[in-house]
């Protein structure tokens, strides 16, 4: 099982080649860039004899594979996660010491590849360095976007976005497969041949514009077991060599529209988190890397079987979210087109390769595609998605005779829409949710007619977040302590972390604890003095609120607090008040305008708080420029306090709720997702719970909402925040800035009800749940037993665990193993 010996001067000696080889330059001169580089190919070298040794060992055992399709791989930074996995990282940071470098300075580096938005994006790199630990064969099959996720610039208290030339100094870490490039056919028609020997029709799409896609492949390094699986994503190029025969030669601008849509295709990740905009060039971008990757896998089936209707008997497609759905119309058409199966046969195949992953509920998120756009783009694959949903009404109809009710609510294509969550439910073996909450909700809510027609398929897969990123290399001191105290079992085997129960009312442990939570916030004040120019101090609470900006996520509740908590300290400054340091990261999707206005109210307050000397250094309100998976790491090793106070019912899971948990913060939440189950393992006296419950949020939505204006009158404080926001207070030179955000909590005079997101319902048991985290960080004791409680009880948080649960109840792999030579 472990890995082979690292030869340190080895390793220095190629590093020393590399900068030569790549840059014609010594290591003095190089830049750390340059280094960056150089020792990022050193660690490939490392790599890739087991990425070969895997290889070869799948291609004996000729195992069954999960393809995890998804359009977002937010992987984060690779140099220090994949020498953390090959358990070399401290023999090459002593190795850069001895040639004088940082490893660190030079991890500092690398760009993160931040394909991927969200939560949904990350789940998807857990999961595959769990699917690697785990030893289970599989593929990521993503885009190679050009641009990833923008890197966001605060400017006058604005969010500016700026591209994310990620690729612009080279991808140490990527491999070019040109060997297994697909072509992929967009638009034009269907001709149907009737084959008088077949007795059977045949279709063919001509008249068609085609790309190019080429994959690129990244090692997924598993944890100190020599696995090596490979990340696929594909980049598109202008068709030259194929089909240079089947059109006119001279048809120069049909060449012209397929370079520019190979340009396009991969040029940008979508920026929009739990949000559908019904773009043409996001569905082109779906099928663009589902019918390469679909390709490949039958290939590779094919390959070494010849049986094509026992496909499922190799390989699985997890989709993630509906974005990946046309997986299942692009399979049968392969099947059916190319592969000559019957309906029958190609269903029975599809239906049981394909599983679908549900990770929103938010209606604005649901895919819908016009008709018109759809059946233009995709006419082939439209005529199948026809078939589907005619064969599944019927389904309906026979099941619930007469009740059209049924067929309208349930069809895949309905009203001039192509419905991709009921195509992917319809045609997977099994849906499932991401929080035990989620998959109730699901169940009986918002899938209610799908789970009664067929209830077999539902199930749920709590998320899990990876402990060697997000402890092992976030926290080194933490990992360290804890090694030093139960041994180093968690880094595969999270709930060993239960083994620190019994330290946590030693009181030598807690001082050590916290003095390690001290230190990560020492090193977090730096950073944000060095990118925010603010100076924090880390004796405060670190108060931390890291996610995506959305309304339902609720930014604008913190906020709103800390402009209540700002005004009592104003009002009361003799008060006892511990000092608090108020943080927050997040993107808004660059066209979601409340998004970014609340930045700006967000920063807009920061400025006033941080300049009243008058409060003395009680209050700190600090906005992290660019948040993203890098930046994270540090900021989850150095938080005190969880926020994560979505309105309930809305937060499928979470999963930042679960790394701040690893790291020893207790959670400030809404009984919502993830946070139920965090709160069932830890206790509920080592969490801050608050406000309205998820059946009480559904009852109010289903009985027309709340009344905001009541709450309004009644609270003064309340009342005077949100005049506060009209007043000029936080914004003198135009008072009326954030006049849509006071509307929007007040104001029934859109169409849209007032304060959809139960902000002033949850205000006040909010501020008083925030008064009982201040009384319980002042008792420092009880504080570290809470905090030490929190990262004990984080063992069923790892993606391990649900990667296992994947594997037994929906996927059915085996382990494989795999020695080095
Ligand atoms: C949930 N992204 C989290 C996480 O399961 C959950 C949607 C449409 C288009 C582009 N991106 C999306 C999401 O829906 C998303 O990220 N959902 C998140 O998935 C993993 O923990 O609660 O909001």
């Known amino acids: 099982m472990t890995a082979k010996k690292f030869n340190k001067k080895e390793f220095i000696r190629e590093v020393k080649a590399n900068v030569k080889a790549l840059y014609r330059k010594n290591l003095e001169e190089a830049t750390q860039q340059q280094i960056f580089q150089a020792v990022s190919y050193a660690v490939k070298d490392e790599i890739i004899e087991n990425w070969l040794a895997t290889q070869e060992q799948y291609e004996k055992d000729d195992p069954k594979y999960v393809y995890y399709m998804s359009m977002e791989f937010l992987m984060g930074r690779a140099l220090g996660n994949n020498m953390i996995n090959l358990t070399i990282y401290d023999e090459v940071k002593e190795a850069l010491e001895e040639i004088g470098l940082d490893i660190n300075v030079i991890e500092d580096q690398e760009p993160d590849a931040a394909l991927g938005n969200g939560g949904l994006g990350r789940l998807a790199a857990c999961f595959l360095d769990s699917l690697a630990t785990l030893g289970y064969p599989a593929y990521g099959c993503g885009i190679r976007y050009r641009y990833g996720m923008f890197k966001q610039k605060i400017e006058d208290g604005y969010q500016v976005e700026v591209p994310d030339n990620w690729l612009k100094d080279g991808n140490p870490f990527e491999l070019r497969r040109p060997e297994y490039a697909k072509e992929v056919k967009f638009g034009g028609y269907v001709r149907v041949e009737y084959d008088e020997k077949t007795g059977r029709n045949y279709y063919k799409q001509e008249g068609y514009q085609s790309v190019r896609a080429v994959p690129y492949d990244f090692p997924i390094v598993g944890y100190n077991n020599n696995i090596v699986n490979t990340l696929r994503i594909w980049d598109a190029e202008a068709i030259s060599e194929f089909q240079l025969d089947s059109f006119d030669k001279g048809d120069y601008r049909k060449a012209v529209e397929q370079e520019n849509l190979a340009r396009n295709i991969v040029e940008v990740l979508y920026p929009n988190d739990n949000h559908y905009a019904g773009k043409e060039l996001r569905l082109k971008q779906q099928y663009f890397f589902i019918s390469a990757s679909v390709q490949e896998a039958i290939a590779k089936y094919k390959k070494n079987h010849d049986d094509i209707r026992k496909f499922y008997e190799k390989a699985t497609f997890q989709l993630n979210d509906t974005h990946p759905t046309v997986a299942v119309a692009e399979l049968m058409r392969i099947l059916l087109d190319e592969e000559g199966l019957t309906w029958d046969e190609a269903w029975e195949v599809t239906s049981k390769t394909c599983a679908y992953t549900n990770h929103t509920i938010m209606a604005e998120a649901l895919e819908k595609w016009p008709i018109e756009l759809f059946s233009r783009l995709l006419p082939r694959v439209y005529q199948i998605i026809e078939e589907i949903n005619r064969r599944f009404v019927a389904q309906i109809e026979a099941k619930y005779p ?63 977040i990876t402990q060697r990123r997000f402890l092992l290399h976030g926290n080194p001191l933490l990992a360290s302590w804890i090694t030093e105290h139960i041994g180093d079992e968690w880094i595969t085997d999270l709930p060993q972390l239960s083994k620190l129960k019994v330290y946590v009312d030693d009181p030598k442990a807690q001082q050590e604890f916290m003095n390690i939570k001290y230190q990560n916030k020492v090193r977090l004040a730096k950073y944000i003095q060095e990118h925010n120019g603010i100076e924090v101090d880390p004796r405060s609470i670190f108060d931390v609120q890291v996610k995506r900006l959305h309304e339902y996520k609720r930014q604008l509740l913190n906020i709103l607090h800390v402009m209540y908590l700002y005004n009592q300290i104003k009002d009361h400054p003799e008060m006892d008040f511990y000092p608090r340091t108020f943080i927050f990261g997040a993107k808004a999707a660059a066209g979601y305008r409340r998004a970014k206005l609340t930045i700006k109210l967000i920063n807009s307050v920061a400025d006033v708080i941080n300049n009243d000397a008058s409060i003395k250094n009680k209050l700190k309100v600090v906005f992290i420029e660019d948040y993203r998976v890098s930046n994270a790491e540090w900021i989850f090793a150095a938080a005190d306090v969880s926020e994560q106070i979505s309105t309930a019912s809305k937060e499928a899971s979470g999963t930042g709720n679960m790394k701040f948990m690893l790291n020893g913060a207790p959670t400030l939440g809404t009984m919502d997702g993830a946070n139920v189950e965090i709160v069932e393992e830890v206790g509920k006296e080592n969490a801050f719970i608050f406000g309205l419950t998820a059946d009480e949020v559904i009852n109010y939505e289903q009985n027309g909402g709340y009344h905001p204006e009541n709450i309004f009158n009644s609270d003064q404080d309340i009342r005077r925040v949100l005049m506060q926001l009209i007043n000029g207070e936080y914004a003198p030179d135009d008072p009326e800035r954030f006049r849509e955000i006071y509307d929007s909590l007040l104001n029934t005079k859109s169409s849209d009800r007032a304060d959809t997101y139960f902000i002033l319902a949850d205000f006040r048991s909010y501020a008083d749940a925030q008064k009982r985290v201040e009384e319980a960080y002042r008792d420092e004791a009880g504080w570290a037993k809470m905090a030490m409680l929190n990262t004990a009880c984080s063992g069923k948080f790892t993606s391990d665990r649900t990667i296992q649960q994947y594997v037994d109840e929906i996927w059915h792999l085996q382990k494989e193993t795999v020695k080095v030579k």
């Open 402 to 464: 007469g009740d059209f009710e049924k067929v309208r609510k349930m069809a895949i294509i309905f009203d001039g829409q192509v419905k991709m969550a009921h195509l992917a439910i319809a045609a997977g073996y099994s849906v499932n949710g991401v929080a035990q909450l989620h998959t109730e909700i699901l169940k009986h809510q918002e899938l209610k007619d799908f789970y009664e027609m067929m209830p077999e398929k539902f199930n749920n897969k709590t998320n899990g």
